[in-house]
Structures are given as structure tokens and as C-alpha cells.
């Protein structure tokens, strides 16, 4: 087994919201990829959390009356009862306000300022509020003086702070997208992020005086780091980096850099622009991927709360109780914003694509090779004199591609391999009709063939499938061949024949027909 490290991140989530839809799709997609690289037999590092500080927290919990530790304690657990709740596969869960993490992010920030990178100055320029975002005067004349997020007007702000040199990264930042053209992913989004980094850079003040629910800065304490650069920190902090003699850094210092950082599109500069600047000034390697997906929207328009149209929490968990969860997570992985477009939720589409997908694919298709199995064979799996004619080589390219697309974070496209493999399956089914085969005696040879390369495909698709849907398809491997093939290294599960002739092959049911959940819910 290859022990090659592979790192993945979702952002770190704010605790002044209630987990959602959008929270649950990120962090869904990198729990994909994860399993994905464990099955491979590489060293996984997968890393979420909660952004705690800031004055938006801070209000908050004044408006509850309360503290604004407890608010985020509060909404931290419930986070964290959510991961589990989703079955999601994370090695870590950081919360900024742990002291491991304010530690190392003090101890980074202090190498920044001795090594000139920060220094004090004044700022006088535009600040959204909601976004906690500073605009120069001509980045705010373009967005007509209000939040390009909420609308709001923006406020006149001048304040003392401490500054990154941010202007002085310019060059190697361009550089660095030269020589990386896959950077920021989709290419678009590299493209965008490249536009506006040619307008030019100027310096960013990472400090703030308004609010004190911070980490402080280092050596002047009425300065807090501004929530944004205490929260890309996370990614660093959580492997050791800022406390070279933490077990953290003893354990974990081979999963930086991190292979992806995934992302919503609303964060991307923060992401492809003043984070690698950042650690380009800490003499540090910057991650190696960067992914901007897009929205979830509902019905053509943004969720909001206002609209109703929002999938909370309870929906969600509408949707575990009357399709289950894998086929939630296979909905997400396969039908969600992955690209440049926002991709609309609907009950109506859900419940098609599981249909289709679910019951009518990757159900029918293992059911109706275990129930010939045992009808034909007594639920043994028969001897092959072809040897599997083309389906070797058919799975082989299969899983070649998944990897590739894998590789490049593109899950929608690999779990279509597997999805096509049993399509080609149904296919050779219903050419070759079995059942019709099966009257006849003289050919018991050929039908053993068949319903031997259909069970092979089935299990090899199977093990593709799996990191979309663990429990379903853990439920498929006990049925095509069970614990003999369930614990073996990637190379042998993923290769065609891996089942031994007179291995038992059951007959399932792994994805019920249900009513559309629209139907149920109205009652
Ligand atoms: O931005 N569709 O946290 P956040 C898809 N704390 N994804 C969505 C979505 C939607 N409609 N809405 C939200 C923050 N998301 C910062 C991040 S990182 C160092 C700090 C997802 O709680 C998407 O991943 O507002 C987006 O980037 C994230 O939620 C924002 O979560």
C-alpha cells in the first residue's frame, strides 16, 4: 500500500449561520474525493471546521444576549453533529477558537512582521459591513457604494492597522498562475481571478480595532487579526505549521501542501489571491488546487430565507428519511454546481435522477444478476471459459478514467463510469437474453459466461461507486463475493476476476421504488 499523502479542505464554515444546503454540498464533495484516495491506499488528511471570530459572530450573540463564545460553542457542536449525521469521513474538525489554532496563527503572524511583510499604517477607503470586506475607492464607484452580497450601501471607513504587503506579491502571483494553468479551478475562474489580479494589488490591513472578539495581534493586543486571515490560517494551523515541536507538525507536516482547497465562487480571492501571498511570504508551498464551485439555487433563484425556498437543515433531513442518505450524497456529487453554472434543486429532479440512476441503473442491474445467479447457478458464481471477454479490458478503462477524473476533481464525470458500466451491462442482458438461454441445457456454458462477466462488472462498478455511496455499495461488495474482496488492496479490487468462481453472489435490493418525496410531503 502506498502511503502518498493526499489533502483535502473545505472552507471553515461561519457559526453565526445554521448548517445548510451550500455546507453540506462542500463538504459532501470532498468527503467524495477522500474515500476516493483512501480506497486507492493513499494517506488521507480531510479537513473541515467553524470560523468563529469576527464581528459578525460578535453581533450575534449580543442579539441573543449571550456570549460570543457560547453562541459559537453552540453552533460549532451543531456543525459538528451534522458531519456525522452525513456519514462525512473528516480527519479533523478545527474550530479557529481553539487555543492550538490561535497559537500558531499568533506565531505566523509574528514571522510576517519581523520579516517585514506586515507593518502599521492607515487606511481610509469603503468597508461592507456584512461581508467585513475593505474596497478601495475605485473597486467601490464599480459596485455603486453598496455590498455586491447583500446590497447594503458601504461605510466610509479610516482606521490604523496593521497591513500586508500584499502589492509585493503581485508578480510571483502572476507568475505563479503562468506556470500553474490549473490553479484555480474551472479555467474560467482562473481567468477571472487573473483579470482582476492585472489591475493591480495593494496592500490589505489584517488587523481591526472595532471589535475585540479576535485573535490578538502579537505584541499589540488592542489590534485583532481580521477574521479572514485567522481563518485561511486554518488550513496550516491544523497541520502543526507556526509549532515546529507540536505532535500536530510531527504527524501531519506531509499534508501540506493540500492537493485541493474547495470552495463556493464567493470566496475564490480570498483563496487564489491574498492566501497564496501569504504563504508565499512565509516561505511556505502553496496548495495545488484551488476549486470554485458555484451556487445551489432554487427554482432559477437564490436560496434565501425570505424567499421559503431555502434547504435548511429539516429539508434535508426530509430527504434522508424518504430516499436515504446515499442517494442525498450521489444527488449532490452528480447533479450539484460542480462547474461555472449554479445548478437548481428540485424535489422533482431529485427524485428523477434516482429513479433513473438508483433504482433503475445501478438497483435493477445488481438485482437482476444475483436473482439469475441463484435462479441458474444456486447463488454461486459460475466458471467463465471466455474469461471474461471484453469486460476485462472494459473495467480496466473504467477504472483508469474514474482516477483521471478523480484526479482532477471532476465527480460527476467518474461516477459516470461506473454508471456506464452498468448501463453496458443491461445491455448485454438484454441482447443476449439468459433467460431464453437458460432452456436450453446446450447452453449452460455460455450462460455461466455471461452471468459471470455481468457479476464481475457489477462488483468492479461496485467498488466505483462507492466512495458516492459507502453503505449502499458496502451492501453490494458483502453481496458480490463478501469479505474476500472487501479487504483487499486497491490494485486487486479494482481489477476485473477478482471474485473466485463458486463465491456467493446474493440477490439484493438496494434501492427501493419510493413515491415522489413532493407527494409525501403534501401529505
Ligand atoms: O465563507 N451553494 O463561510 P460560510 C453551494 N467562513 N455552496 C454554498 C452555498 C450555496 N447556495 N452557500 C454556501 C465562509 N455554500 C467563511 C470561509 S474559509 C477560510 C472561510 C458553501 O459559512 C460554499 O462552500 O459563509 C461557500 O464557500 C461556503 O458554504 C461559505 O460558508
Redesign the pocket.
Known sequence: MSAHPATIT?????VN?RP????A??TTLCDVWARTMRLRGRSVFFLTGT?EHGVKVEKSAAARGITPRALADENAAEFKRVMSLFGLSNDDFIRTTEPRHERRVQALVKRLHEGGSVYLGTFEGWYDEGQEEYYTETKAKELNYQSPVNGRPLVRATEKNYYFRLSAFQERLQQHFADHPHFVQPSARQNEVLGRLREGLQDVPITRTNFTWGIPFPGDPQHVIYVWID??F?YITALGVGEPNSDAARERACHWPADFHV??K??LW?HAVIWPALLMALELPLPKRIHA?S???ADGQK?SKSLGNFIDLPSIEGYFAHYGLDAWRWYMATQG?LTTTDADFSAKHFHETYTNDLVNTVGNCASRVGAMIGKYFGGTLPEDAERGGPWPDRCASAVRQWCNHMDAFELAAAARCGIDLLRQIDGMINETEPFKLAKDPANLPRLASILSQCAQTVRVAGVLLEPFMPSKMSALADGFGGDTCRHAPWEARSAYGHMQPGCAVAKLALFPRVEPIGKVLAG
Open positions: 473545505t472552507p471553515i464554515y461561519y449561520d445548510h444546503i451550500g455546507h454540498y462542500t470560523d481563518a485561511l486554518n470552495i463556493g464567493e470566496i480570498f464551485h451556487f445551489w439555487i436560496m454546481p
